[in-house]
């Protein structure tokens, strides 16, 4: 399956994945950094290279963060410290970047371990063979993002140890989650001695063999033999200083073997990717598609366990995640299925957070918690590991920290952690206007009420369960019953703090223009700033129909099944919906408590075929962190989760069959006469027997089984019922 990953599907675009080689989880992800660069630091030809950096992040949007420690090969001169150069050609593969550069034809190879790079330069018989090693690069250099999302530098140290040694550090602060200060250590290391070394500071280059950090960029120029043609260099890098980065570097590349490294790391993926096995009928363009997708979902959150430098507790620590408001819904839910391991080292790292930052985090980087963009959306991760059964959880623990996100407001750090508005919130039981993000976050605290409500009843706190029970129905007293647009009546709507509705409301920022609110506004960037609008990244249209965690009550409120079924085909067709973004995700499944699964699954076939490909354009927008391209594959399967709950909609697949090998056991999915006319389920067969509901629980498919999707020109009488949410553990 190796073979099917393809690291430029959603490279182009808005998917700003990364794509140069790494781990699964791993923390090196070195990869070329362009002059005119995005989050993920690559851009396509013919954009100049500056060098390349040793950390980046994949898929996410917003501000860039990393992009750290840069190395770039030169053959023009050692009076220059910057040697920006354009690629002639270029080679992207799991597990190996290659390019050679226009100006000079030096041609640089590089591949990974966990957290060490390994790189290859050949060089031409003429001019300098040299390698620059810049420890104030980072991404943003260069950009006008806005303030808080910008990157800034702080300090950065270097020195030449020997004729083959480097280390240092950099120091930077900011990126899109406004984190504290970060440093990232590093050591270099060639397997040829350095025939010159000098370094710079500033614009000055000095033949010193060492800068110390006075708040400036610095670096170090190598010149290597110009007998010597291929040279190879390693970049160990550590949280926790230089000689961890040393001792990393030795620890996991012990020889000088580019091809081992490349070997050791496509055994890692090999062992993950093949817990997915696709039918050999796939096409194979799904079949790029979908093992890139698994590829893309585990590249985040990054495995930082022992090189935590804020405190060190033998637990397990992950963060680079952007955030759960993106993963939760798709990402951590594969991650849960097919690793649980994993999953169960993930939450108690979250659960490491909670203890000792005092909150549990939404988004995570550069050790800082930050930004929160809707709900406290850890306590849906820690709902579903509870009720997916992971073990080596502390669950009373992870009780006590979702409590402390429901019942301890933040005070003026709620961008970073917790919830924003708790007290209106559990006072008013709504959020009033002028509340930033006040309709998305009435919609997600209330889902994430219901995640406590299930971790509390699993743990026979009764009292608890009770009370977030109720509070998970909090939704509705934003519900403005009586609104009517476009033929739908009820939507989350602004409200005052005495009750009223208005028609009417004022920008939150300069010159606080006044303005009419309708299910169609979207006021960031227009009437307010993304952070303080009311709905965030999205429209009352979007928002209404994001109560996964109460759709029978939903579809009450928009007034019955036939009001409800109106609603979502001008939705769907209009179109409102946006798979793009993750208020949309779960949408297409609404159909499910219709007794329709089979227009959840035309409007998932529709939405694939329309908006994803095995192409460089291929992802519909940012990737997330892995979210968008679990989204796509769970709907190839025919499998999507319900995140925070026991339960997972069935409809139509795309692929011919995928095995899952899961720790309990084989778990199959079949389709039998499925064709481009038979796309329609008749019936469904679980373990050979008829299974007339449109949804299964985890512990259907965690336990190994086989699951036949019977297809036909048109659909059958399959899916009129769906088993209603797990309330019992």
């Given at each position: 399956m190796l073979r099917y990953v393809d690291l430029t599907i959603g490279s182009e675009g808005w998917g700003n994945v990364v794509i140069g080689p790494s781990l699964p989880f791993g923390m090196a992800k070195p990869s070329p950094d362009c002059s005119n660069r995005h989050a993920s630091g690559w851009m396509p030809l013919p954009e100049p290279v500056d060098g390349f950096a040793q950390i980046h992040l994949s898929g996410t949007g917003g501000g860039p963060k990393y992009g750290n420690v840069l190395l770039q090969p030169f053959s023009d001169s050692m009076e220059e410290r910057k040697h920006v150069q354009h690629r002639r050609s270029e080679n992207i593969e799991l597990g190996r970047y290659a390019c050679t550069y226009e100006e000079s034809g030096i041609t640089t190879e590089l591949t990974v371990s966990r957290r060490t790079s390994l790189y290859r330069f050949t060089y031409p018989e003429n001019g300098v063979h040299g390698l620059a090693v810049d420890a104030g690069f980072f991404l943003s250099l260069d950009e006008d993002w806005a303030v808080n999302e910008r990157q800034e530098f702080v300090g950065s140290e270097i020195q030449v140890?020997?004729?083959?040694?480097?280390?240092?550090?950099?120091?930077?602060?900011?990126?899109?989650?406004?984190?504290?200060?970060?440093?990232?250590?590093?050591?270099?290391?060639?397997?040829?001695?350095?025939?010159?070394?000098?370094?710079?500071?500033?614009?000055?280059?000095?033949?010193?063999?060492?800068?110390?950090?006075?708040?400036?960029?610095?670096?170090?120029?190598?010149?290597?033999?110009?007998?010597v043609q291929t040279v190879q260099v390693k970049v160990g890098l550590s949280w926790l200083g230089c000689l961890k980065a040393r001792k990393n570097a030795l620890a996991e590349i012990p020889h000088w073997s580019f091809d081992t490294t490349?070997?050791?790391?496509?055994?890692?993926?090999?062992?993950?990717?093949?817990?997915?096995?696709?039918?050999?009928?796939?096409?194979?363009?799904?079949?790029?598609?979908?093992?890139?997708?698994?590829?893309?979902?585990?590249?985040?959150p990054v495995d930082k366990t022992g090189e935590n430098p804020v405190w060190n507790d033998g637990e397990p620590y992950y963060e680079d995640f952007y955030a759960l408001w993106?993963?939760?819904?798709?990402?951590?839910?594969?991650?849960?299925?097919?690793?649980?391991?994993?999953?169960?080292?993930?939450?108690?790292?979250?659960?490491?957070?909670?203890?000792h930052d005092k909150y549990l985090p939404d988004g995570r980087s550069g050790h800082w918690n930050g930004r929160t963009q809707g709900g406290s959306n850890a306590d849906i991760v820690i709902a579903d590991a509870w009720l997916k059964g992971l073990s080596g959880i502390d669950w009373d623990l992870a009780l006590e920290a979702v409590l402390q996100d429901a019942d301890v407001p933040p005070g003026g750090n709620q961008e970073s952690e917790g919830r924003g508005g708790l007290m209106e919130y559990n006072t008013l039981g709504f959020l009033p206007y002028g509340v930033p993000r006040a309709g998305s976050r009435i919609v997600e605290y209330s889902r994430c009420d219901y995640a406590i409500y299930q971790l509390a009843k699993g743990l026979g706190r009764d009292d608890l369960a009770e009370r977030f029970l109720r509070q998970s129905g909090n939704w509705k007293n934003m519900w403005r019953s009586d609104y009517e647009y476009e033929g739908s009546r009820g939507f989350i709507m602004p409200r005052n703090r005495d009750g009223s509705w208005p028609d009417r409301v004022p920008g939150l920022t300069p010159p606080y223009t006044e303005f009419p609110f309708t299910p169609v506004t979207y006021e960031g960037w227009t009437y307010s700033s993304n952070w303080d609008c009311f709905f965030y990244e999205g429209n009352s249209w979007i928002y209404s129909l994001c109560i996964p965690h109460d759709v029978p009550g939903l579809i009450e409120a928009c007034g019955g099944p036939e009001a409800f079924r109106r609603r979502l085909d001008t939705f769907f067709q209009h179109p409102y919906f946006e798979v793009s973004n993750e208020p949309s995700f779960f949408a297409p499944c609404l159909y499910h408590w219709l007794g329709r699964p089979d227009l959840t699954g035309e409007v998932v076939r529709e939405t694939i075929l329309g908006h994803f490909s095995d192409r460089a354009e291929g992802l519909p927008g940012n990737d997330d962190s892995g979210a968008t391209s679990c989204w796509l594959d769970f709907h190839l399967m025919g499998l999507y989760p319900v995140a925070g709950q026991d339960l997972y909609i069935l409809h139509a697949p795309l692929l011919p069959g995928v095995t899952l090998h899961l720790d309990g056991g084989d778990f199959r999915i079949r389709t039998r006469g499925q064709s481009e006319r038979n796309r329609f389920v008749r019936a469904v067969r679980l373990n050979g027997k008829d299974y007339p509901y449109s949804a299964l629980r985890h512990r259907d498919i965690a336990r190994g089984g086989e699951l036949v999707f019977i297809m036909g020109p048109e659909p059958g009488p399959w899916g009129k019922e769906i088993l209603p949410p797990a309330q019992e553990h």
């Open positions: 140890l020997s004729d083959r040694e480097v280390s240092g550090y950099t120091r930077i602060r900011g990126g899109w989650n406004d984190g504290r200060a970060y440093t990232v250590y590093f050591h270099v290391t060639a397997d040829h001695p350095f025939t010159l070394a000098r370094t710079w500071k500033g614009d000055t280059i000095s033949e010193d063999l060492w800068q110390e950090d006075s708040g400036e960029q610095t670096g170090a120029l190598l010149q290597f033999s110009p007998e490349r070997e050791e790391l496509e055994d890692s993926w090999r062992a993950i990717l093949s817990r997915a096995e696709l039918d050999a009928s796939t096409p194979d363009s799904l079949k790029r598609m979908f093992y890139t997708g698994l590829y893309h979902a585990f590249l985040l993106d993963t939760f819904r798709t990402t951590t839910p594969m991650m849960m299925l097919l690793l649980p391991e994993r999953g169960s080292e993930f939450v108690r790292s979250l659960l490491s957070i909670y203890r």
